[in-house]
């Protein structure tokens, strides 16, 4: 375990490795199949497009796919990637230490956990800031994303206007490792986030 999750008090289940395509993939493929991965594009990809693409994406050098664990199951998809590699960065003035994150919640576990997806991003945030050394962790949710804007706000971030992508119009949004932090420190167990 790591000692930030001890330090911060984060869920000791959930753990993160890096994505192995031929192992996961059908797991992931089958989370981009249900309604709420809508705003990831990816429903009409068939197994062997979205095998492909992640292998690309492994093999390449301008992202790094994670899955999250929830007590050793697959539990979630993580995105992380450089701003100024990507389209994102052509909207904003990148600084050294951005990383980009997406993510994505699979069905983890046969009932809903209270604050699960809340956990999750938490986790999420401390292994970007403590593992990959991110300086300032870099979001731009599809605008119509509601639940996801409420999320990123909870672990700080802050939202600095509206971009048009290629695929999507984008929130921007900015998270400092001192504003993450700070968030920890509003344990709110009634938020079920």
């Known amino acids: 375990m790591?000692?930030?999750?001890?330090?911060?008090?984060?869920?000791?289940w959930i753990d993160i490795r890096l994505l192995d395509v031929e192992k996961d993939i059908e797991t992931v493929h089958s989370w981009f199949l249900m309604d709420y991965a809508a705003f990831w594009n990816m429903q009409n990809a068939s197994l062997e497009e979205t095998r492909k693409i992640y292998d690309e994406i492994q093999k390449g050098n301008h992202m790094e796919v994670?899955?999250?664990f929830y007590k050793n199951h697959p539990a979630f998809l993580m995105e992380c990637y450089w701003p100024e590699l990507d389209e994102v960065g052509k909207h904003y003035s990148v600084k050294p230490g951005d990383i980009g994150m997406h993510f994505m919640v699979g069905p983890a576990t046969e009932k809903p956990i209270s604050g699960?997806?809340?956990d999750v991003l938490r986790h999420i945030m401390a292994f970007l800031f403590f593992q990959k050394n991110a300086k300032r962790v870099?979001?731009?949710p599809d605008v119509r994303n509601d639940k996801v804007h409420k999320l990123n706000a909870f672990v700080g971030f802050h939202y600095d206007g509206i971009v048009q992508l290629e695929k999507k119009q984008?929130?921007?949004g900015f998270c400092s490792k001192e504003n993450f932090i700070n968030s920890l420190q509003r344990v709110n167990t009634s938020e079920s986030i």
Request: no cysteine; glycine share 8%; hydrophobic share 40%.
């Open 138 to 140: 870099v979001v731009e």
């Open 66 to 68: 994670y899955l999250g």
């Open 2 to 12: 790591n000692n930030y999750v001890e330090e911060f008090g984060l869920n000791p």
């Open 116 to 118: 699960f997806t809340r």
């Open 170 to 172: 984008a929130s921007l």
